[in-house]
Each structure stands twice: as structure tokens, then as C-alpha cells.
């Protein structure tokens, strides 16, 4: 996991709703897209970014591309936030 591209990634509201979508289920560019007032293009860069940040995976079914969340990573990165806090894993971030 590199830290800094993550921080960066989830540091855009749009990437981070992205993130939120693919948390209920996989979908392809076109679904993101339609949830969002931003071009096709502007929503290739944001999944491009995840997709570099290890947030998100692809798989390729037939024409489409489809998208879903790598959780693994978010593990880590609160991991990482709870150590940063010190103390007991056990208490609220």
C-alpha cells in the first residue's frame, strides 16, 4: 500500500461516492458514470486514480469493464490510522 497515493485518492469527494457505490455492489463505468453530473471522461480519471491506489479492482465480462472495491487496502489504511492513535485497538477512532 502506498500511503500517499491513498490519502490523495480518497482525498476527492468524487472518488470517495465512487468508493461508496462500489461498496454495495460491482459496476461498470457507464453505472458509475450515470450517478454522477461529470463526463465519462472526468469518471475514467477518477477510476484510474482508485484503480492506482490499489481501492479498486477490474474485471472484464464480455464489452464491459466492471469495477469493485479492493477493501484489503482501507483495512490497512485503518490500520494504520489506529496505530497512529496509539493505545488500544479496541477504542473508537
Request: aromatic share 6%; net charge neutral.
Amino acid at each position: 500500500m502506498s500511503l500517499q497515493k491513498t490519502l490523495k485518492a480518497i482525498s476527492d469527494p468524487v472518488r470517495r461516492e465512487i468508493l461508496n457505490l462500489l461498496k454495495e455492489k460491482k459496476l461498470s463505468a457507464g453505472e458509475i458514470t450515470a450517478h454522477f453530473s461529470i463526463t465519462a471522461a472526468a469518471v475514467s480519471r477518477h477510476l484510474a486514480v482508485l484503480k492506482d491506489a490499489q481501492l479498486i479492482r477490474d474485471s472484464r465480462e464480455g464489452k464491459y469493464i466492471f469495477y469493485e472495491l479492493n477493501a484489503s487496502v482501507l483495512e490497512e489504511l485503518m490500520l494504520w490510522a489506529a496505530d497512529l492513535k496509539g493505545g488500544n485497538q479496541n477504542d473508537e477512532i
